[in-house]
């Protein structure tokens, strides 16, 4: 038999293979990482979020950014998220349902708010009137079908008896954030937006309506714990932090109504 001694315990050699496995081990780049799905109103809000968490925690975060419905379908076809925050309660209570996400873990992590933007400073009074003119070439709203913040506007518009007189000037988005950007390019005169949007965008303040929320039903958005993510230290991590009083007072700042 041959005999291969280990390294004795003073010799550098023995030394420099502690350093490294202490350096490995206690190192930020040795915590966990969670993927998130997140709709895409909540994109600057989630950038902050994940710059707490990462500092608080050491996990990693990346996240994913889309339209609720289209992220959803992503998720039923096996895309590798941990988490998912949607722009409403349908689409996590449907993952639930369907046991593609742990039951018991879906909250509301924020509410959100509709708001009528155009960059155009002092361009309205009366939202209803500025909507009607046909001055107004275009209108943007996220797709209704697979964004809650195009449902939402459509919801509103309705409320406001435009919906059917305007049908040949809005613009459909595939997400909130292409609607936005239709809007920010001059690609469309105005419309609807998350109220998030507004306040993250580095344009001129320009004129908003925030749509009172008896024009649609509530933008409740919920958060769950997907069934990828359940043996995830990092992915519950992440749902506890949404519910700590740092994160609802990021959340708060960008628009939103928190927890409470």
Known sequence: MVRIDAPAVSSPLFRTVVFLILLVTGSPGFAGEVRIAVAANFTDTTHALITAFET???HRASASFGSTGKLYAQIRNGAPFDVFLAADARRPRLLETEGRAVAGTRFTYAIGKLALWTPEANAFEK??????STALARVAIANPKTAPYGLAARQALKSMNLWDSLQHRIVRGDSIAQAFQFIASGNAGAGFVALSQIRSWDGQAGTQWLVPQSYYAPLEQQAILLDRGKTNPA????LDFLKSPEATGIIQGYGYEGLK
Not at 127 to 132: D, N, Q, S, V, Y
Not at 235 to 238: G, I, L, S
Request: charged share 15%; net charge neutral.
């Open 235 to 238: 992915a519950q991590a992440w």
């Open 127 to 132: 939202p209803e009137t500025f909507l009607a």
């Open 56 to 58: 608080r925690t050491g």
